[in-house]
């Protein structure tokens, strides 16, 4: 399929002008890669291949409905089984060191540990600026935040509903996990957290290591058992899970404003919630608008809040940059995209942003605390803050 309506919904393509960064040219490569016909190892072929934010709106606005996501995943298995032979052996090691995070809990507590440390001891200033370490830390630092405690309230065969922890709670999303619970709770929904749980798998999957990322898939399965929904407050972790093959947490995967949009059917919101009033900026990320398509129960939910007016955003490109890994990676392109992001968010002078995925929020919370923006929530800290504490749960 070479017809091209992609174009213009490409990100990376409106950013570079070049056939190579677009779905077309990118189809092109990969079919000359999966034919013998390039070499793997060729620098400029790796450059317009890992260059793909995995945005996928082209596969949402494609009439012949090309799995993009799918072709783009396994062409990037294949440059990952003929790596590049000047690879550096730093980049070996902390892919295996990610990879081994990614599995076991222990890892991950001391990766957040030495990050928040790195951060209140100032190890930024004696690196150089632009190399990958402290390209991380400084755009990380904004959104560091303490592991959580959570607490069940049921064991998880009476339970109401599982949350998924994911891999970041030890770095970014401690805090929406506690809200969620916090908000849940105060519905009255009794919530389970179960043991066990990993990543989801999406840096894997993306990054073309199928095999590992099935393994943590396999875990997860085995660890949020039953028919109870499933949680996931990042919409790129629902959008992994909905898409495991051949399994039934798929099905049961959702987001947490879909959960409360179908489990509170009662007009208004039951009176649980502050009615102060608050302008607030939605942000929808490419997961949400393209994979999982549940732009309109976030919507929804939080215009039925008391309270809250949502600004107007428009002008926003298709992406904001951050691209699971490749705010890291590459900066300007990702920086660039999410200034133009923070612009259309910003415009109608909102108090604060929402945003449900924590890559993006943790790319715009970087960029808006560079200009002092407003400060970016999930929904789940969103909704624990318009709780009214002095109601009672319903």
Same mark, same amino acid.
């Given at each position: ?23 077309r040219g990118r189809l092109t490569l990969m079919q000359g890669l999966a034919q013998g016909r390039l070499e793997p190892q060729a620098h400029r072929l790796r450059e317009h291949l890992e260059g793909c934010l995995g945005c ?19 062409? $990037? ?30 890892? $991950? #507590?001391?990766g957040g540990i030495a990050a928040r440390a790195a951060r209140k001891t100032g190890v930024q200033r004696w690196l150089r600026p632009g190399q990958p370490l402290w390209r991380t830390l400084d755009h990380t630092r904004a ?10 309230? &049921? ?8 949350? @998924?922890?994911?891999?970041? +709670?030890?770095? @970014? ?49 085995? !660890? ?14 629902? !959008? ?28 208004? *919101? ?9 302008? *607030? ?14 732009? $309109?129960?976030?919507? #929804? ?46 415009? +109608? ?12 929020? &943790?790319?715009? $919370? ?24 002095? #109601?009672?749960?319903?």
């Amino acid at each position: 399929m070479h017809c091209g309506l992609c174009l213009p919904h490409c990100p990376t393509y409106a950013w570079h002008r070049v056939e190579g960064d677009s779905p077309r040219g990118r189809l092109t490569l990969m079919q000359g890669l999966a034919q013998g016909r390039l070499e793997p190892q060729a620098h400029r072929l790796r450059e317009h291949l890992e260059g793909c934010l995995g945005c996928r709106s082209c596969e949402a606005v494609c009439p012949a409905r090309v799995p993009f996501g799918a072709l783009m995943d396994r062409a $990037r298995e294949i440059l990952e089984e003929n790596p590049e032979e000047d690879r550096p052996a730093t980049a070996r090691w902390r892919q295996s060191l990610q990879a081994s995070a990614l599995r076991h809990e222990p890892l $991950r #507590a001391l990766g957040g540990i030495a990050a928040r440390a790195a951060r209140k001891t100032g190890v930024q200033r004696w690196l150089r600026p632009g190399q990958p370490l402290w390209r991380t830390l400084d755009h990380t630092r904004a959104s560091l935040a303490p592991a959580p405690r959570l607490a069940d309230t &049921v064991a998880p065969e009476h339970a109401d509903a599982l949350l @998924f922890t994911g891999c970041m +709670d030890r770095f @970014f999303t401690g805090p929406d996990l506690e809200a969620a619970l916090a908000v849940l709770n105060a519905l009255g929904f009794r919530v389970a957290v179960p043991r066990g749980q990993v990543c989801c798998g999406a840096l894997e999957q993306h990054g073309g290591r199928p095999q590992t990322a099935s393994a943590l898939q396999q875990r997860n399965e085995a !660890a949020l058992t039953g028919e109870t929904p499933v949680i996931a407050l990042d919409s790129g972790c629902e !959008a992994t899970l909905r898409e495991i093959p051949n399994g039934r947490l798929g099905g049961r995967s959702m987001s947490l404003t879909r959960f409360l949009s179908e489990h509170i059917k009662a007009e208004p *919101v039951p009176p649980t919630w502050r009615t102060s009033p608050v302008r *607030v900026a939605l942000h929808l990320p490419c997961t949400l608008r393209n994979v999982t398509r549940e732009t $309109r129960n976030l919507t #929804a939910l939080l215009q039925r809040l008391p309270g809250v007016t949502l600004t107007d955003v428009s002008g926003a490109p298709n992406c904001c940059g951050a691209g699971g890994t490749a705010m890291l990676a590459l900066p300007e392109m990702s920086d660039g995209l999410g200034a133009a992001t923070l612009d259309a968010l910003t415009a +109608d002078a909102p108090e604060m942003i929402v945003s449900p995925n924590v890559g993006c929020s &943790v790319h715009l $919370r970087a960029l808006a605390e560079d200009r002092g923006g407003p400060s970016v929530l999930s929904p789940a800290r969103f909704l624990a803050s318009r709780l009214d504490s002095s #109601a009672s749960a319903t």
